[in-house]
């Protein structure tokens, strides 16, 4: 087990400017995990009802993901509902059922517990915490979050901060926490509250990666066409992960290829909805990709 | 006479968080005409009043500026005022006093008339007409506007596209003109209305390079410390143009390396008021900077 996940699994309804599509699958982990088996075997912890289809299942484990944590538990599968406006510039949330999600309460099987690598993908960070607790190495730690939680669960937050290793979050998050705009000022905040390394995604405009007082800025992808951008922020840290478990090399240089291919998957995910962009892709699609990243950023 | 700027002089007046300055050099023509200076010897167009000091006339001598197209008038030299709020979330226009400027009609004296390059700097569309008409070369022309001729001379600024080579505009404009989020698809937009080379600037986030099908992302530095961000897209066009009229290579690699040499004088732009951040630079000053910019963005 060198990568676990632990985050959310629904069956998501999105409604977008090219159509809308109804119980595709969804939440956090789903993402991950399947952006994160391009380049590791990921084992995942999760919680679905008895209605999370089959097909859903199949996918995971033709992507190799772990699915020993997984539990199915009587009841329905966690539902989220959005739409987005014309030209995205803005979501609305249409619904949000919890059901089973509810009482999740991540307990990591025994195999899992000398993971060299934990992703907390986005959930409450309570349960973020009780995850840690139950490891028993001391793996390297990447946490991901959401403005709910900088809103309703600073105090819990900001005590997560000191067990992490690295923080992704975007930069209307990141300004929350810090109270400033500028990427260098709120990064050093960031980094004095614990995460030797911190991550600024800025959606179309890139990720910024900043460890000690280095900086490395990783372009955006120029994409014709943008169908559904639900899931590109997990897409993005679940294959920086995937890349980094892989590696297991924690130089600068080589978290700069990771927040590469955290792109690269996040540029896929983008062009269709739900997991549709990341699922299936060869080695090659992937190559061909990163060198697009290469040509648009090298001079 | 290989490069000419033709664009506003004025007396600046700035209020930011870290200051305020009081009649200050500003307007388009001095900031890209400095900029420009460290890679050709630029020659400008434009108008003062009588009261523009002799030290800014000094300083443009000292970067080895033309000022043959410089017109003294009787009268005061054009007058503008803004205040930045705390962050930079908005700047306020205070006063715009165009004074001399309100009849500036721009001659070119003979000597300009063969230029290769032509700097169209942010002035009425009407007037960078009439600078195009008065060349007997063909040069390469690159056209700066913004939202106030978008908005008040729309015809004027199409008719224009058809007529220069490069377009360099910010992104909030672009969308302006093609109603397009999408950078891709608004860089199209923009290229299908006459000019081969689009670029997009991004503000802190970068700027875009678009040349047929070719796409190139140059970052923005991560400053610790923005003091006047006034001037930041003159000075980028400005050294763009300088460094291109003095390579006189238009293969998509050397405009890559324009637009980083644009970026890397607008980021000096920002660390001081007015042009002082881009005036007595040193060759190991751009170096080193430079030197930041492939830190920042190679993998």
Known sequence: MSL??????ALDTIVAPAGSVTDVPGGSTSYCSIAASYFSNPSIVGVVGEDFPESVITLFKDHRVDLTGLSIESGKT?????RYADNFDDRTTLFTDLNVFESFNPTLPETYKDAGYVLLANIHPGLQHHVLDQMNSKPFVVLDTMNLWI????DDLIA????????VINDEEARMLTDERNFAKAARKLQA?????????KGQHGALLFHE???FSAPGL???EVIDPTGAGDTFVGALIGYLAQSKDHSFDNMKLAVIFGSVLASFCVENFSVDGITYLEESDLDDRYDAF???SQF
């Open 213 to 215: 007082s280095q900086v």
């Open 78 to 82: 966690f539902r989220w509902g959005g």
């Open 4 to 9: 676990i996940i632990v985050g959310s699994l």
């Open 294 to 296: 290469v040509l648009m």
């Open 151 to 154: 809103n309703t669960a600073l």
């Open 160 to 167: 997560l901060f000191k067990r992490v290793d690295m923080l």
């Open 222 to 224: 120029v994409l014709d």
């Open 193 to 201: 509250m614990g995460p030797k390394w911190i991550v600024i995604k």
